[in-house]
């Protein structure tokens, strides 16, 4: 008898404990530092590792929950979670997914939905790493320009104009911005149908919605996405658990042992970067996923066969 | 004289129903011994918390100069797989399931000398012994035609046989001469990726070409302890299951933070 190894229920297979506490920790790392999920990482490796791919996507989804309860129970305690917005976007980002569900229907009865929904995903993900990526470098720049001069450079742009037109305006003290309420209900939505098309998280577009649009100061943007994710999984892994019985019970402690640590870590050391660099750092991590996904999509895969079910 | 010859012929009866009894006795253990015997030893396999995989060995005796096939399979069934192509003339992802049907979840084979060496077509495809054999048997929807057919059977293949589920070998059974009879041994590895299940273990003794006797034993794979009780509260009390999962994972969540809060104050 090997006690490296478990036998996982769920996944009918058995793993070495080292691969997913391992994982766990990267991937948690990741979530605490840039407030993402980290699904767009996450299920794959574990497929990788011989997870059938349905039950990694909602094994996943109960990792998540544990390591974002972490990450933001973290960012808490220094008063980075702004849960007034979080509400508003988890408003959208549910009333999102429930059209996002019926519009994967739409898709399907058309047919090639898989190439529909396999291209929306590489050029969200390369838009947003691409856009993160340069407007980073730019304020990069720019901040060490003005430190320099010490000028203020403030001008209002026709978009922020029009966004201050809108009605029920409200304050996000946490964020120290003010908005419409439609703000966050809305782009959360948008957010919400694209992650349920795409069957990710959408931590990864979440995060730049609150950055660019709702102008949130990344350390906040941070703890609220995190705050925000974890209902979005708990929520998924309810149903995943219900109606496709694809949540494995032990796979998730495994990973949540390394998760919940790496999300701790992950905070400590986001406080110590500033805004721009972890938004450069995320924006490399996300163009290197989108490299990956063309990679995969061009180079002859290995088997030509997988497992069937799922999205 | 008369007595005698009485005592005579009860003697010439006795050792006629001597020697009667001695044909009939040596004629009757010839064919209990030349019946092919199977043990798989180790034929009922415990999925633990630690399980990792198993081995199995099956022995048994056989006619001299025959040759031996061992078969392991689950039961025949469908299969729904998914498929990958080129999408838009350059892009690999899945375009599209394929059914598999009339096909073992498992299947081992693992014979004496080369399966085409010592077996007809015919009675491969009767038995359903090999690779090819297997092709032919295998129904998959939708194909175009046998040559599609053939290549996602090979993909099949390499699928199966990346997670150990199917296997094929020669020259791996061991047989010794004991007592005029064929003695044959195989120990092989039970692949943890099979699912709980009963499994057939079939020995074919093989001579001219023709499959001439066969014998089964069972293998059981059943899970036990936690691993069943999770696996069993997952399908029958799944609302429960999956408000666990989240409770659980909530704890840890905020066990840790606290942890954290206590343990790491130098922030």
Redesign the interface.
Known sequence: ???M???L??A???INILIPVGLGLAVGLLSGLFGVGGGFLMTPLLIMF?IPSTVAAATDS??I??????????HW??GNVDFKMGLYLLVGGFVGGLFGVQAIKILKATG?A??VI?MTYVIMLGVVGTYMFIESLHSMKKAKKQSQESGVSSQESGFTKFLKSLPLQTRFEKSGVTHSTLLPIIFGGFVGVLAAIMGVGGGFLMVPVMVYILRMPMHVVVGTSLFQILFNC?EV???????N?N????L??LL??GS??G??VGA?FG?KLKGEQLKIILAVIVLAVTAKIVL??????????????GH | MKKFKIQNSKFKIEVFLFLAFCILYFAASATAFADLTIKANHDHIKIDFFYHGSSVSVKGEADPGTDLIVKITSPEGTQELRKKGKAAGFLWMNVGNLDFENTPYLYSVHSTKKLEDMLSREEMDKYVIGYPALSRHIEITPVSGEDEKLKWFDEFLKYKESSNLYRSSSGKIMTSSEGGRQAYYILTDWPYQAPPGDYIVTVYAVKDRQVIEKAEANVSVEQVGIVKALAEMARSKAAMYGIISILAALAAGFGVGLIFRKGGGAH
């Open positions: 008898m090997n006690y190894y478990l036998y229920p769920v009918l297979t058995s011989g109960n990792q929950v544990a390591a974002s309860t972490s990450g933001t129970y973290a305690k220094v090639n898989d190439f396999k708990i892994t309810f149903l995943q658990a219900y109606t019985h949540v494995d019970f032990i998730a402690v949540l042992l919940t640590v999300a701790q400590v406080r995969e999509l061009t180079l002859t895969p290995s088997l030509l066969i997988s497992q069937g079910g």
